[in-house]
């Protein structure tokens, strides 16, 4: 499982269906970067053990993000994350965008996550690595 | 359930996200219009009732597109949709994507279905009104 | 162009390709249907002329979200918007998801635009209806 | 550029907004999955300067898909790519997905390139290596 307040990094390539006809990496599709950052520092294999041994997975519950500037195509973005809990049932992820070369961050975010068993109901977010 | 040879219409609005920053909408979403045209040809709640009470589901099998012009950002296409059954088990759709004012198909499609039961087992085409 | 304070309605249809396996729509597609909301209140054809005639765009820079259920396969959501200018500036959009026969929201959201030109300079949001 | 008839390796993780409700990856998304394995054998950097300096860049003309297996969350996909010219003005790519120890390809595709210039003309594919 993941450390709390470690810094992940995970790079993304931005392809054409990542664009939109304004020339930059459309708004939403900087949630799926996140999430896909959260997936490489838990790991794959650790959610899918998660669901089908324990029965439980992450929802996200609340999101705020924030835009200074947009990515391109071709940019190799570094998602920079990093995840603190929140009481025992809340995990906060704080979610960073760099381009190539950036001097500042062009896109933050928060993803706070809940846990959920099969039957949708809430569970304390599972114990991380002293 | 859907009648074949008969044409069923769709109408498709085309938003920022369904662009690529080349101006015009990414090739892989004509995909995702023609399905939708097939899930309003058939009716969501009947793919639902059919899921849940018979476990039986459409699975794409094979795909043909071509492109001759590519869409636009505030284009309303219209998708024209017609099934014609290859044999017991397989559904071949014709898709056209017509923009606004078009005197030709922008792009057009033939998408063949499968029919599979919840142990995902290939099954005959559900019959069709006559 | 919109009018402040007014409820606009847009609804939504999910299908295939709005969910992810865990069976719910992926919490990333509402910032679409949010954006598809707000082009069908200020209408795509003003977007196009805005942008072609006086080289004006609407960019997303804050998001804020949060998800109390989640939409499945063929709901027909409908989505519930209002804006609020915040100083010359800022675009304050307001926006609600409802299922079909829900007594509650399911998921909430509030998007900040600001308008920009073509050098990408930020510029006074333009003038509404009174 | 790349070479005609070398095989290209990429490899594509499944994340869940790759998947849709039946559990596999939705079958419009291979499309992305072959262009993004095309971008690297061409690289992105080439494409950026093709396009800058030349205002040359491809368009897909032509698809043909055909699914045996699903791919699942989790999944770290090998996407093998080769090309070959078909005349002067076409270039066909052949693409096989394979899943994580698998004995037969799960998805197939050929995927029918043009080159257009700023003008959208055809021109003829610009020279590869010898």
Redesign the interface.
Known sequence: MVEENKIYHHTV?I???D??????V????Y??YF??AR?HAIG??E??RMWDEEGL?F?????????AEGA???DALDIRSYCVKEGPFRLNWFHEVWRPGGTKTAVTGVVQLVCINRERRLVPIPDFKP
Chains 1, 2, 3, 4 share one sequence.
């Open positions: 390539n392809y054409y269906d664009t939109d006809f304004s020339g930059v459309y708004h939403a599709n949630l799926k999430e896909h997936e794959q294999a959610l899918v997975g929802v996200v519950y609340k999101v705020e993000m924030q835009f391109v195509f071709g």
